[in-house]
């Protein structure tokens, strides 16, 4: 089954040049005609299942001042990759389906990567966080730069939307319910 890759080209601080590509379940053929040529390729398909072709799959071309990366990933579920650049630690982290990675922006080495048990809604981050924070739909987790969970909190109600606002983690459920978080302890915002 031929299918049509999807693509998205974001341009983040200090020169990183990130292209996604991903397509559906056994279309990793469309994901990867074109991958570019040059700096390490790193298929991490298999942290996701040992058969990992006949998956969703994503690919990450990553250009940098130090030269140029591509990782590839998959996906149990049709999903978009999303990134955030994380200067501090000199991170890119990358969502894709239930696994948040963690890679070295300028060499694209895995640091860390992290699986949710449900699909990840949102990727947010501050510069005045020690953080990252990972909503997925029922658990919200903050993974620090080592990959570790700072804290994590469970959920009654799928999330549907997350964002930053004055450093609370707003939360909104599928169900119209809005939650309210301190965005460095997870406790209910007051």
Avoid at 37 to 66: F, K, M, W
Avoid at 79 to 87: I, K, N
Avoid at 158 to 171: R, S
Wanted: aromatic share 8%; proline share 4%; glycine share 12%.
């Amino acid at each position: 089954m031929t299918g049509q890759a999807h693509d998205a080209v974001v341009q983040y601080p200090g020169g990183l040049r990130v292209r996604f590509r991903w397509a559906g379940s056994g279309q990793e053929g469309s994901v990867f005609a074109l991958s570019e040529v040059g700096g390490n390729l790193t298929d991490l398909g298999e942290i996701v299942s040992a058969a990992p072709a006949g998956l969703c799959r994503a690919e990450v071309r990553v250009e940098t001042p130090a030269g140029a990366w591509t990782a590839r990933l998959a996906s149990p579920i049709f999903d978009e990759p999303a990134a955030l650049a994380w200067d501090t630690p000199g991170l890119l982290v990358v969502t894709y389906g239930f696994v948040t990675y963690g890679f070295e922006s300028r060499t694209g080495q895995l640091r860390w990567h992290h699986r949710s048990g449900s699909p990840i809604v949102a990727l947010l981050g501050s510069a005045r966080l020690e953080h990252v924070i990972v909503q997925a739909e029922i658990e919200t987790f903050a993974i620090d730069a080592a990959g570790e969970v700072v804290w994590r909190v469970a959920h009654s109600d799928v999330v549907a939307e997350a964002g930053l606002v004055g450093g609370q983690l707003a939360l909104t459920s599928y169900g119209g319910q809005v939650i309210a978080l301190d965005a460095r302890s997870g406790r209910p915002a007051s």
